[in-house]
């Protein structure tokens, strides 16, 4: 299992060679052990990434994540056939009850709607409104808590006029880290052996990463926290970089502290036990540490 983020982020050659991904640019060339890289970072659009190291990236799990002119993420590459993907788990993910389906989104939905009243009262706002939203929560949420604390929660950490639809470095950051805690994800639940598109809430037919999606959303205040830190008019390379370091950032998952990837593997790992073998009830607790490491470990080319 890679641990490693390696980002591209000028002209370059990506190529294969001895179990090496080789990255050559203009002044240099770096090789790095293809089994070290957990995420591949194309962050120019000026890079040519050869089949083989696409190939041998996939092969061994590591996720490829492509930027588009603006700097955004806009696509990523997914293994068609991981190793561990078999009739039977494809089988039973689409035997999912609807029952079983609640009981996960409702651990979940919980266990992020808990993470932003912290995030809340870390950053030193009134966090009573979001409480008492929260004891309103129903199985299944059936009443869409999760909507309408989210809608309270952003206003309350970025201001009263801030809104997730404005064109604004916030958001624009907020959308970066999304995508990449996405693509963090998704490449767990294929690990697995799991499909993305099939979710326990998110269904949109148009979405890929339906699975990807729901399982994400006790982290995504980890986002918030950091951006609602930042004083950025632009979204820059180096604010890009911190949210990619935020994949070592460490926090207490049911009650260990880990780092934010080897939390996200353990998460998806129940998650998808509970919904193939629900011998067990499913728990998410997510907790800041509120410090942040500055011993991430980092890539730029």
Same mark, same amino acid.
């Given at each position: 299992?890679?641990?490693?983020?390696?980002?591209?982020?000028?002209?370059?050659?990506?190529?294969?060679?001895g179990?090496?991904?080789?990255?050559?640019?203009?002044?240099e060339?770096?090789? !790095?052990? $293809?089994?070290d890289?957990?995420?591949l970072?194309?962050?120019?659009?000026?890079?040519?990434?050869?089949?083989?190291?696409?190939?041998?990236?996939?092969?061994s799990?590591?996720? $490829?994540?492509?930027?588009?002119?603006d700097?955004?993420?806009?696509?990523?590459?997914?293994?068609?056939?991981?190793?561990?993907?078999?009739?039977?788990?494809?089988?039973?993910?689409?035997?999912w009850?609807?029952?079983?389906k /609640?009981?996960? *989104?409702? /651990?979940?939905?919980?266990?992020?709607?808990?993470?932003?009243i912290?995030?809340?009262?870390?950053?030193?706002?009134?966090?009573?409104?979001?409480?008492?939203?929260?004891?309103?929560l129903?199985?299944?949420?059936?009443?869409?808590?999760?909507?309408? !604390?989210?809608?309270?929660?952003?206003?309350?950490i970025?201001?009263?006029?801030?809104?997730?639809?404005?064109?604004?470095?916030?958001?624009?950051?907020?959308?970066y880290?999304?995508?990449?805690? #996405?693509?963090?994800?998704?490449?767990?639940?294929?690990?697995?052996?799991?499909?993305?598109?099939?979710g326990?809430?998110?269904?949109?037919?148009?979405?890929?990463?339906?699975?990807?999606?729901?399982?994400?959303?006790?982290?995504?205040?980890?986002?918030d926290? *950091?951006?609602? &830190?930042?004083?950025?008019?632009?979204?820059t390379?180096?604010?890009?970089?911190?949210?990619?370091?935020?994949?070592?950032? /460490? #926090?207490?998952?049911?009650?260990?502290?880990?780092?934010?990837?080897?939390?996200?593997t353990? &998460?998806?790992?129940?998650?998808?036990?509970?919904?193939?073998?629900?011998?067990?009830n499913?728990?998410?607790?997510? /907790?800041?540490?509120?410090?942040?490491?500055?011993?991430a470990?980092?890539?730029?080319?």
């Open positions: 299992m890679g641990w490693r983020t390696v980002v591209v982020t000028q002209h370059a050659k990506i190529s294969y060679s179990r090496k991904i080789i990255v050559q640019t203009n002044n060339t770096h090789q !790095i052990p $293809i089994d890289i957990q995420i970072l194309v962050e120019t659009t000026q890079a040519v990434l050869t089949v083989p190291a696409i190939t041998e990236l996939s092969k799990g590591a996720k $490829i994540i492509f930027s588009g002119r700097g955004n993420p806009t696509c990523e590459v997914v293994e068609q056939y991981p190793g561990n993907r078999s009739v039977v788990s494809m089988q039973n993910q689409f035997a009850s609807l029952d079983l /609640e009981s996960a *989104w409702t /651990e979940v939905v919980g266990a992020k709607i808990a993470m932003q912290q995030v809340a009262k870390l950053l030193d706002k009134e966090i009573l409104d979001l409480e008492l939203e929260a004891q309103k129903e199985r299944g949420d059936q009443s869409n808590r999760e909507a309408v !604390i989210a809608r309270k929660y952003f206003q309350l970025f201001g009263n006029k801030f809104s997730r639809s404005d064109f604004s470095a916030i958001n624009a950051a907020l959308n880290g999304y995508s990449l805690l #996405l693509s963090a994800v998704n490449r767990e639940i294929v690990c697995n052996g799991s499909l993305t598109q099939l326990i809430h998110h269904h949109n037919t148009t979405n890929d990463f339906n699975l990807g999606s729901d399982l994400m959303e006790p982290f995504r205040p980890v986002i926290y *950091w951006v609602a &830190h930042q004083k950025m008019t632009d979204l390379p180096d604010v890009k970089f911190g949210l990619i370091e935020l994949l070592n950032l /460490e #926090l207490n998952y049911n009650n260990q502290t880990m780092i934010l990837r080897n939390a996200l353990r &998460h998806v790992q129940n998650c998808l036990n509970f919904m193939n073998d629900s011998k067990d499913l728990t998410v607790k997510v /907790e800041m540490i509120h410090e942040v490491p500055n011993n470990i980092i890539s730029n080319v």
